[in-house]
């Protein structure tokens, strides 16, 4: 493919000149800058003057803002029991040697009773709402300290009922629905204020072998080592002449700011060109280690809301104002074993939307071509109202 990027990750909404959203939010899908005939991209270099060029920057100063609300970590307390997993068979090790916030505070969760557990978040964003991906990750923590370290989870089915109220901790209540010889199912109830926000079910497998096996073939896509970082990519924006002082400023702030995962985007089109389909490379910041596969399938279901209900905007975002964009379902499937503290590939692609809601579907690729998770979800996506013409 021509135009390989890698694009940024982080910022809150408010900073990046977004409205707040209701309801659990997920992130936008990164918004390209464009420059003349090019792209901005770790390959491409060349600049050629453009008129709409101010414009297009501002666009992804607010992309690049608005998707960091929805990863700042989020603490919480208490110790987490998990089984061990199989490696992924990659031989990459990520950069330093401190455990992966995701593990030590994200997705940690305080037992209160039996099958009751608090998760908390000190952390607020700006849209006053929870991120989806936490509150999905932190109930798959909850169903996995209930089963035993012979089974891991299969699949999850979400419902976000309410909005999460990121003032208060919210409280997971487990139903051992069924426990079988070769699967179990739990169900579990996040409580806030005395109220569901959100339900799930997971179902958990023992391992068993199997002679009907396929499945789809990886993109063929650049490693993300030829890809600029997070960092790279937003210290380019920064030096750019053309940027005002006042995008400068909120890149700075940007930068500044913590996340619990790495992004590479893989590949940035050109505004108004843009199918509803984005790839990026993706992995959890910190060591998790290969000792706790259910720990890496709750860091993968944190990470699958990144920027995934956008995905159904990118086609129309240089027509279209979002107001808000908030998950209504969310589910995975688990197919093979993987460490989300490794580079994976998330391919993400919107076959409908309509009725103001987008579905978007998901897969999860290790580096060796595996597909390890895939996801599905559909999300209410609501537009700002044009302006009406002027009557008589």
Sequence with gaps: MDGRVDQCKSGSRLQAGLPATSGFVGPPPFIPETRGDEQVCGRVKTLHPNPARESSLVLLWRGLGASAAALSP????????????????????????????????????????????????????????????????????????????????????????????????????????RTGASFSVRSVKAVQHGKAIFICQASFQQAQPSPVQHQFSMPPIPPPEELLSHEELIDKCIRDPELRKKYQIGLNRIAAQEVPIEIKLVDLPILGQQKAKQMFWVRARGYIGEGDMKMHCCVAAYISDYAFLGTAMLPHQHRHQVRFMVSLDHSMWFHAPFRADHWMLYECESPWAGGSRGLVHGRLWRRDGVLAVTCAQEGVIRLKQQELESKL
């Design 74 to 177: 989020s603490c919480g307390s208490g110790a987490s029991a998990m089984s061990p997993p199989l490696d992924s068979g990659s031989a990459e090790e990520p950069s330093g040697d401190l455990r992966s916030v995701l593990v030590t505070s994200v997705l940690n969760l305080e037992p209160l009773d039996e099958d009751l557990y608090r998760g908390r978040h000190y952390w607020v964003p700006t849209t006053k709402r929870l991120f989806g991906g936490q509150i999905v990750g932190q109930a798959l923590v909850a169903a996995a300290k209930s089963v035993s370290e012979d089974v891991h989870v299969h699949s999850l089915h979400c419902y976000f009922v309410r909005a999460g109220d990121p003032k208060v901790p919210v409280l997971y209540q487990v139903e051992r629905t």
